[in-house]
């Protein structure tokens, strides 16, 4: 906490400097004010939303599984990683967004970079937010699941029906309340204490109804409201739904870590897992690249500029406010991605991790903090099975929008009220909603794990192309981009190696299941191309977008100018 709080206050402070920031200039939320996507926004309301909407799985889940390699390596990748890497890049991103009109990474792509670049970063965008979708989508149908096949292979309730169905009712209530919330807020514009007592009022009221009123359903039900929920995100206004809901989310998270930082103090238990297992691990391979591709959001995620760029830069009102959203949110996930270690080693026995998901260790464990202050253990439970559940789903929503907008922009020409029918019709905000969400619908039926398992490579490799294009964007803008290069060339090395590993794993795998015959004389191809064949392609599909781009964006970088921008922005004034 002490070194991420330091990095905040000097590095970030720094960064601020250094590129500039005019508390006066006219930011896109209050030039372009629509009252859907840009919304002129106070900064801790813009701070809970970007915070909330970052803060998925990937802290949690990519620290605790990262610890096979040993707890050292994986405290100094997130603190090193989150400091100069994430922070940087989400911080980046949102300010060149907002110095480019609250353009989307894709758009700005398409300025410094080219309109290829743009509409090959766009498709890659998309792609990605499905796959998120469809994972995430269906983590939180299944924490909320009521429902449990026993021995006999029947269909029962499960011991904790009544506690992943308060956690369920308890989420609705929110985007109930979310709602309730942002109308209020539009006609009195609440603000600090009075803001943050109405938000609290309604976490508890939230929680008082789930608690009393649990819905115990299957997941596949869970699954139709889930998506139905992000459909709205994904269209209604920020201020209406998407920022109340974050704000009140946040609450509810910081709550989680002052929790887990206070048990963790207050119990004083072992950090039992080991110090470093050694360069290679049997289950998940070397720690180069494997470390830096697993341990993701909680240092560097690419998903986190798509949030900064695609809906925050939208949201800011004044420039002074970029710091603490960019920078601020992203060392704070940081914070939470060491306290999941820590949980993790304190649950640890003889250096083993208990036979749990990463969520489950870190619910748990932390339930039991709130036990030993003296919370129920029911609430306890609940509270934790929400916490875990909201942050999947607060990345689905903001994802579930920032796919539709991508959509939406890899269609999107600078004219559009003279365009063809069917590009307005595939520009529809509804069209395009509908059509990624039912595409992410079908690969959580068909089976996203065959492809999940290439998630941490795409995002990181997502988050060298975003530092590629910040490069490019402050050379242009006459900016510092020495601090950049760092980041970018580890982060190309690591993604690129990663994706190398596993084209060659998929092939040796489907070469082995080819030669290999079972009783019946057939060939085992079908089921192993299946897991591993998809795999494969999309690999290589990632790497040679990937390849694409950079080479436009090293293409674009070596032949811009510095301060370029300023001086034809000049030349035309004059």
């Known amino acids: ?197 109405l938000g609290i009022v309604f976490i508890i009221a939230a929680f008082a109804v789930g608690m009393f009123f649990p819905l115990e359903f299957n997941k596949d039900v869970w699954s139709y409201i889930t998506f139905v929920y992000i459909f709205f995100a994904a269209v209604m206004p920020m201020w209406l739904m998407k920022q109340p809901r974050d704000y009140m989310t946040t609450f509810m998270f910081i709550c989680m870590i002052v929790g887990a930082a206070v048990g963790l103090v207050v119990a004083h238990p072992s950090m039992n897992l080991p110090v470093y297992t050694g360069f290679n691990n049997a289950k998940l391979g070397t720690m180069f690249p494997i470390l830096f591709v697993t341990v993701a959001c909680g240092a560097v995620s690419g998903f986190h500029s798509l949030v900064s760029s695609g809906t925050s830069s939208k949201t800011v009102e004044n420039e002074k406010d970029m710091l603490k959203v960019g920078y601020g949110a992203m060392v704070l996930e940081s914070l939470l991605a060491v306290l999941a270690l820590c949980v993790a080693g304190a649950a640890a026995t003889n250096g083993a991790l208990p036979a749990k998901t990463p969520f489950a260790i870190f619910s748990s464990g932390v339930a039991g903090f709130f036990e030993m202050f003296g919370v129920p ?102 900016r510092s981009n020495k601090m950049l290069f760092p980041p970018l060339i580890i982060m190309l090395c690591v993604t690129f190696t990663a994706l190398v590993q596993r084209t060659i794993a998929m092939v040796k795998a489907i070469k082995l299941a080819a030669s290999v015959t079972i009783p019946a004389g057939q060939t085992s191809w079908g089921s192993v191309f299946i897991a591993n064949g998809l795999q494969l392609i999309i690999a290589i599909l990632l790497i040679v977008l990937g390849v694409i781009i950079v080479v436009n964006s090293v293409k674009s970088y070596a032949k811009s100018e510095k301060n370029s921008e300023k001086r034809s922005e000049e030349r035309r004034v004059g």
């Open 1 to 197: 906490a002490v070194v991420l709080f330091g990095a905040y206050m000097v590095y970030g402070r720094w960064l601020a400097k250094k590129w500039g920031i005019d508390p006066k200039a006219e930011t896109p939320a209050v030039k372009y004010n629509d009252g859907k996507d840009f919304v002129p926004t106070n900064g801790w309301t813009v701070f809970s939303h970007q915070f909330s909407s970052i803060a998925g799985a990937g802290p949690v889940t990519g620290a605790i599984q990262a610890a096979a390699f040993g707890w050292l390596p994986v405290l100094l990748w997130i603190l090193i990683g989150g400091v100069f890497f994430g922070a940087v890049t989400d911080f980046g991103a949102l300010y060149a967004s907002v110095k480019n009109e609250g353009k989307s990474m894709g758009m700005i792509i398409e300025k410094y970079i080219g309109k290829f670049g743009r509409k090959i970063f766009l498709l890659f965008c998309w792609l990605f937010t499905l796959i998120v979708i469809a994972a995430f989508a269906d983590m939180v149908a299944g924490t909320f699941n009521a429902y449990t096949v026993n021995a006999d292979g029947a269909t029962v309730l499960s011991a904790a029906a009544k506690t992943n169905g308060s956690a369920g009712m308890v989420s609705i209530m929110f985007m109930v309340f979310a709602v309730v919330f942002g109308l209020i807020q539009k006609k009195l514009n609440l603000s600090g204490w009075k803001e943050a007592v």
């Open 377 to 478: 253990v029911h609430f306890a439970t609940v509270f934790m099975t929400m916490c875990v559940s909201a942050l999947a789903l607060t990345s689905l929503d903001a994802v579930a929008r920032i796919g539709r907008m991508s959509f939406q922009e890899l269609f999107s020409v600078d004219d559009m009220e003279h365009a063809e029918g069917w590009r307005k019709l595939l520009c529809n905000t509804y069209f395009s909603t509908i059509v990624t969400l039912v595409c992410g619908f079908i690969l959580t039926k068909i089976g996203y794990a065959n492809i999940w398992p290439l998630f941490g490579s795409a995002n990181q490799l997502l988050s060298a192309l975003v530092i590629l294009t910040l490069c490019v964007f402050l050379k242009v803008t006459g």
